[in-house]
């Protein structure tokens, strides 16, 4: 399975970005997929995770209400739109797919076994 974001860039604070996440892989369309950000100097930390049905979703605390997590089954592609950025969600962004088949959604790191390569998210103040 591979995984390829994009999406990410400079935005002032305040404004909005949508990062994609593109599956390839014969039954990536199956696995649960996660968004991770880590800032320079901090440990990788859960964003969001949605279900392979998208029917169940999870948004970290930090950042409920601002960001939302989304799949387009068709497309084999997760969203994650981010609104009312705040220069604190600067960060690479990963996203990542569970293979596992459960209908748990992960906020760790441990419990995905595929990353993609990250893409870079800057807010300024």
């Known amino acids: 399975v591979q995984l390829q974001a994009s999406g990410g860039g400079l935005v002032q604070a305040g404004g909005s970005l949508r990062l994609s996440c593109a599956a390839s892989g014969r039954t990536s369309s199956r696995y649960a997929m996660g968004w991770f950000r880590q800032a320079p100097g901090k440990e990788r930390e859960f964003v969001a995770a949605i279900s392979w049905r998208g029917d169940n979703y999870y948004v970290a605390e930090p950042v409920t209400g601002r960001f939302t997590i989304s799949r387009d089954k068709a497309k084999n592609t997760v969203y994650l739109q981010m609104d009312s950025l705040r220069p604190g969600d600067s960060a690479v962004y990963y996203c990542?797919?569970?293979?596992?088949?459960?209908?748990?959604?992960?906020?760790?790191?441990?419990?995905?076994?595929?990353w993609g390569q990250g893409t870079e998210v800057t807010v300024s103040s």
């Open positions: 990542a797919a569970d293979r596992s088949g459960s209908t748990y959604l992960s906020a760790y790191v441990r419990g995905y076994n595929y």
